[in-house]
């Protein structure tokens, strides 16, 4: 997996992560937040390897929610999926099924959505060890 690739996933991951712990969604496709519209979001602040993190879950029907989650968070334009460098030092972005199991989907090198990142931080976003807590990564075989 390549260095960007393994950022992507890291953020993403950590994202959800705080996400689930604080309740914001769950894989049940009938409740992401207690959201009944796709017009809301939802966000949290977190850490991921000692810097400031902002992710944003959004309820995007058919059983899919989609994540956002800033670096460095400039607290502007966290929930919009082509935000980049707007968004902070580092921006991913993705969906999540809910419909047929619990996976973050990729497109099979990795990354699914979008993604940049600071280069001076990419390989430490890499490295970080952030495993998923009740969901897969990529489509279950």
Known sequence: MSAKSAAWRNVMVAGANEALRAGLFEFRKSRCGG???????????????GYRA???????????VQMSVAV???GRFY?????????G???AFGWFERE????LQTNGGG??????CRRTLQSELARLPVEPIGYRIGRPR
Do not use: K, M, Q
């Not at 929930?79 to 968004?87: E, L, S």
């Not at 047929?100 to 996976?103: E, F, P, R």
């Open 111 to 116: 990354i699914h959505g979008s993604f940049c």
């Open 100 to 103: 047929t199991g619990a996976w």
């Open 54 to 64: 902002l992710g944003a879950v959004h309820d995007v029907g058919y059983g899919e």
């Open 89 to 91: 030092d580092a921006f």
């Open 79 to 87: 929930d919009c999926p082509n935000a980049g460098f707007r968004a």
């Open 72 to 74: 460095n968070p400039t």
């Open 35 to 49: 959201l009944g519209t796709v017009e809301s979001s939802i966000a949290i602040l977190f850490s991921i390897g």
